[in-house]
DNA sequence: GCCTAAATACCTCAAATGGGTGATTGACTC
DNA sequence: GAGTCAATCACCCATTTGAGGTATTTAGGC
């Protein structure tokens, strides 16, 4: 817990270049006990620019700016301040973006038209350790780490086990021996699958592998 | 949407080895409209062994059952029966095997204690492609497949500069043309790597610079 | 019953790989 | 000044690999 005091508010910075939301955000923010808006920019190279002298413990971060766009900035900000937690504002929840921020290192999102005080309460959340967000959102971040073997895997199903001890570094003697097989029967398989995965080494196809989820 | 026909009840199946727990489960879901308890287990093998002959919309599977655990059987019926939600049942919410079911297929889990009006809302929100979880739980979800690279790392820059060069399946000659080193250099070095992530092939080496994210 | 895909098997050969051993240089630490 | 480590280069040698072919036998789909 970076607040030992309790009661020492939560240090927001926000980033948004629309100056009528810029300028609500903070009032929110600062007429409400708790939280306090420490810097308002309205462009990302601005914040990446500014930011790392005095780190807040939260940045509001709008997804949709000119120039550099938030999610870059987000994944700029989440190298330079580990300790920084970058939520994104945005306007539909449902939003290709928003999954692409998480994936850039975004803590959580906020929703533009969310009543103040479900806002405070997600900043809250995201400062306490949280990472607030819709149920359609969860299920794909979810999904996105439950790593599902790709079905639709151009490989057949004899491939895609000898995919498998190729990756365990099997010389084609030993597969062969652990599948019953001959030995020029794997190097078949193999040399399939390298055409079938457009790779012309063990290495590659090791790669291409586990990249695609394929085994 | 599996439930076109809107007043079609969510069909559940229970496996969970109290018995109490179980009845009062099926008795809360049949006694709520929309909800159908179709099935309860008192063990994951039972499970395995009957469900596919009549996928449920959702289980709900203890994560502390004898014999084969709760985690190990979502990994199966996930597999098996991927249209079907599996939703974990635990005590205590902020645990290590309520993150390895998510790893391992679960959609989302319950709290036991949870009041019957919340269960029920979660296993709607599930149903219904969402996946409810908890602050932290969200964040450690999030955290996990946000990659980042293992700065804890046992190599030196340049080994892991030539390990780069490993997983693209370049030879020995070609790596060392492009780093302007001899290629017996390039030999030592990738024999360091080797010793270091304790593999003795290429295509180990490859598969654990990609599971650690070493590269 | 025919046809295709998958799985199986065999051959040759040049190139790449991995194991072993050892040396030199520069930089950094104690 | 001694010791350590990273990075560089060197040689020997057995084994593995990848690329080029060809061919037989299942198993399923139509």
Redesign the interface.
């Known amino acids: 817990m970076r607040r030992e005091i309790e009661d020492q508010p939560i240090c927001v910075a926000i980033v948004e270049d629309d100056e009528a939301i810029r300028h609500s955000l903070a009032q929110i923010l600062n007429g409400s006990p708790g939280y306090l808006c420490v810097n308002a920019f309205e462009s990302a190279e601005d914040a990446i620019a500014n930011l790392p002298a005095d780190p807040p413990d939260v940045v509001l971060m709008d997804i949709g700016l000119p120039g550099m766009s938030g999610i870059e900035a987000t994944q700029i900000l ?1 190298d330079r301040l580990p300790e920084t937690d970058v939520v994104m504002l945005t306007v539909q929840e449902n939003d290709d973006a928003v999954f692409n921020s ?4 975004a ?1 959580g999102y906020l929703i533009k038209s969310m009543p103040p005080a479900q806002l405070l309460q997600s900043i809250d ?1 995201v400062y ?9 959102i ?2 794909r ?2 999904r ?3 790593s599902e073997p790709d079905i639709a895997s151009p490989l057949t199903r004899r491939e895609r086990e000898i995919l498998e001890h ?4 099997e010389s084609y003697r030993v597969i062969a021996e652990k599948l019953f097989i001959s030995g020029h029967t794997v190097r078949s398989h193999i040399k399939n699958i390298y055409e079938k995965l457009q ?6 196809a ?2 291409k592998a ?2 695609e989820k394929l085994i």
């Open positions: 989440h998480l994936c850039a290192g803590t959340e306490r350790g949280g990472s607030p967000m819709s149920a359609s969860a299920r971040v979810i996105s780490f439950q190729l990756c365990n570094g790779v012309n080494s063990r290495a590659e090791v790669r586990m990249q």
